[in-house]
């Protein structure tokens, strides 16, 4: 079998809850050594109980060792650590790696070539830098807020933690980038992101609407804020998304409806014109969708080139065929839960997979093997145990 992409790095993660995490499980399922550092009580609670279902999703393919990072000897294992690693992912608070000894300047002194990234909720300095993150605090301050739900309801969240999630993603983007630098230097470097700087980048064109054109985005709802008509449509039994979007599109979606008067309309013809119009179109279009069934809908619209979907509830979307082709889980055995299915990656390699090789550890289930591997001797490790350094 070919050998994972990343099998040559080791990755030191000090990370919790999701952010962190989401950026080491991306290393970690192609092929990274990571090695989880957890206080001697383990992280239960610090991103759900260990044994449910997002710690476990979060936390596969790593390995766990225990380590008291307050006390001296704790450090000491840390920097032996560090020696030997390629990475360190951390998102404490700004200021608490400092106070802990495992800032940048600190460990690079003892690797010059590691690579170190931190994900904060506002960054690493500036007049935020010392509030604590949440993502919901960077969906409302980063604008995501004001353009999710129906207008005049008020701000809305969206269903998942997407800052979180989108400053995990970017940080392990960084990291691979410093990697690859690091070929060109041989010099690690300090790799930064944070949960508002990725909320609003996300934002992409609803930003850009600003930046460039001086445009307030609002609350849309459903509705595609810009390709018109593009939303939820009600059926003879219960809903699909229809994304029409272009004078091509429209065109077919009315022909495919038996309403090409509908095209032909003054009120419709135009992209300017649906936009104007746009809730007196959708109630003509939904007045011919509810006669006839979502599946109907969606195999006469996809047949016809209209983009057209089911809206699924969650066990639904793992009981699609094309979900099950696009091989979006693995399962894994674990030797409390049993067999464990977790959500994989949607990003294929023509030569290379990712694998999900063990599930998320007990805390400090590799502690012993690990300390074997820096030097550390039986009698030694005891020690660091009875004195509750691990």
């Given at each position: 079998?070919?050998?994972?992409?990343?099998?040559?790095?080791?990755?030191?993660?000090?990370?919790?809850?999701?952010?962190?995490?989401?950026?080491?499980?991306?290393?970690?399922?192609?092929?990274?050594?990571?090695?989880?550092?957890?206080?001697?009580?383990?992280?239960?609670?610090?991103?759900?109980?260990?044994?449910?279902?997002?710690?476990?999703?979060?936390?596969?393919?790593?390995?766990?060792?225990?380590?008291?990072?307050?006390?001296?000897?704790?450090?000491?294992?840390?920097?032996?650590?560090?020696?030997?690693?390629?990475?360190?992912?951390?998102?404490?608070?700004p200021d608490v790696k400092f106070r802990l000894g495992v800032d940048y300047d600190s460990l690079s002194a003892i690797n010059p070539r590691l690579v170190y990234a931190s994900i904060s909720g506002f960054g690493q300095d500036g007049p935020y830098r010392d509030?604590?993150?949440?993502?919901?605090?960077?969906?409302?301050?980063?604008?995501?807020?004001?353009?999710?739900?129906?207008?005049?309801?008020?701000?809305?969240?969206?269903?998942?933690?997407?800052?979180?999630?989108?400053?995990?993603?970017?940080?392990?983007?960084?990291?691979?980038?410093?990697?690859?630098?690091r070929e060109q230097s041989g010099q690690g470097q300090w790799v930064k992101s944070s949960l508002l700087g990725a909320q609003i980048s996300m934002l992409d064109f609803q930003a850009a609407r600003w930046t460039i054109a001086n445009d307030v985005p609002g609350?849309?709802?459903?509705?595609?804020?810009?390709?018109?008509?593009?939303?939820?449509?009600?059926?003879?039994?219960?809903?699909?998304?229809?994304?029409?979007?272009?004078?091509?599109?429209?065109?077919?979606?009315?022909?495919?409806?038996?309403?090409?008067?509908?095209?032909?309309?003054?009120?419709?013809?135009?992209?300017?014109?649906?936009?104007?119009?746009?809730?007196?179109?959708?109630?003509?279009?939904?007045?011919?969708?509810?006669?006839?069934?979502?599946?109907?809908?969606?195999?006469?619209?996809?047949?016809?080139?209209?983009?057209?979907?089911?809206?699924?509830?969650?066990?639904?979307?793992?009981?699609?065929?094309?979900?099950?082709?696009?091989?979006?889980?693995?399962?894994?055995?674990?030797?409390?839960?049993?067999?464990?299915?977790?959500?994989?990656?949607?990003?294929?390699?023509?030569?290379?997979?990712?694998?999900?090789?063990?599930?998320?550890?007990?805390?400090?289930?590799?502690?012993?093997?690990?300390?074997?591997?820096?030097?550390?001797?039986?009698?030694?490790?005891?020690?660091l145990r009875h004195g509750k350094v691990i």
């Open positions: 079998m070919t050998q994972a992409p990343l099998a040559r790095f080791k990755v030191i993660d000090l990370t919790r809850v999701r952010a962190g995490p989401t950026a080491v499980r991306q290393l970690a399922d192609w092929g990274a050594d990571v090695i989880k550092i957890e206080s001697p009580d383990g992280d239960a609670g610090l991103g759900g109980e260990r044994h449910g279902p997002d710690f476990q999703n979060l936390h596969r393919n790593k390995r766990s060792l225990t380590l008291n990072l307050k006390s001296p000897q704790g450090v000491e294992v840390m920097h032996r650590l560090v020696a030997q690693a390629d990475v360190v992912v951390e998102n404490y608070r509030r604590p993150g949440f993502d919901q605090i960077a969906q409302g301050m980063g604008g995501l807020m004001s353009i999710t739900g129906e207008p005049g309801h008020g701000p809305m969240r969206v269903g998942i933690p997407v800052a979180d999630l989108t400053a995990g993603i970017f940080a392990a983007m960084g990291i691979l980038i410093a990697l690859l630098e609350q849309a709802g459903n509705n595609h804020p810009t390709s018109i008509p593009t939303g939820v449509f009600a059926t003879a039994d219960g809903h699909i998304n229809i994304a029409a979007a272009g004078d091509d599109i429209y065109r077919r979606l009315c022909r495919s409806l038996g309403a090409d008067h509908l095209a032909a309309d003054p009120l419709y013809a135009t992209a300017s014109a649906r936009s104007a119009n746009r809730d007196a179109l959708n109630e003509q279009i939904a007045a011919v969708t509810r006669a006839k069934t979502s599946a109907e809908w969606i195999e006469t619209l996809n047949k016809a080139g209209v983009p057209s979907g089911p809206i699924y509830q969650m066990n639904e979307v793992f009981a699609d065929p094309q979900v099950k082709h696009l091989g979006m889980t693995r399962t894994v055995p674990h030797p409390v839960l049993g067999d464990v299915e977790v959500i994989g990656q949607p990003i294929e390699l023509s030569r290379t997979p990712w694998t999900i090789h063990s599930a998320t550890p007990e805390a400090g289930e590799h502690t012993d093997p690990i300390l074997t591997e820096l030097g550390y001797s039986t009698a030694e490790i005891a020690k």
